[in-house]
């Protein structure tokens, strides 16, 4: 199993960035995809970002390919989600999530307890 923690949401203007992380716990981080997620308050939890086990292939959502950047680090079982020109439309809580396949559907394995993004305009 894994326990996944996220950080770094806040408070940023429009156009402005920021940097989530997730950090896991266990010893098998490195056999997980991960992935991230956001909801809006009364709309469904919404697909953003997935990244393979190794690093080496990543796959976006159309509304965030270009300004969100996933990553992770497996030495330091970590995933990241680089957000920049954020738009007041970004304003959501992000998820990260673990699970052997991600897939646009939010129906992975492990997930975090979130962390609120809101983008002012």
């Known amino acids: 199993q894994v326990q996944l923690v996220e950080s770094g949401g806040g408070l940023v203007q429009a156009g402005g960035s920021l940097r989530l992380s997730c950090a896991a716990s266990?010893?098998?981080?490195?056999?997980?995809?991960m992935g991230w997620f956001r909801q809006a308050p009364g709309k469904e939890r919404d697909f953003l970002a997935a990244i393979s086990r190794s690093g080496i292939t990543t796959n976006y959502a159309d509304s965030v390919k270009g300004r969100f950047t996933i990553s992770r680090d497996n030495a330091k079982k970590t995933a990241y989600l680089q957000m920049n020109s954020l738009k007041p439309e970004d304003t959501a809580v992000y998820y990260c999530?673990?699970?052997?396949?991600?897939?646009?559907?939010?129906?992975?394995?492990?997930w975090g307890q979130g962390t609120q993004v809101t983008v002012s305009s």
């Open positions: 999530a673990a699970g052997y396949a991600i897939t646009t559907e939010p129906t992975a394995d492990y």
């Open positions: 266990g010893r098998t981080f490195s056999t997980y995809a």
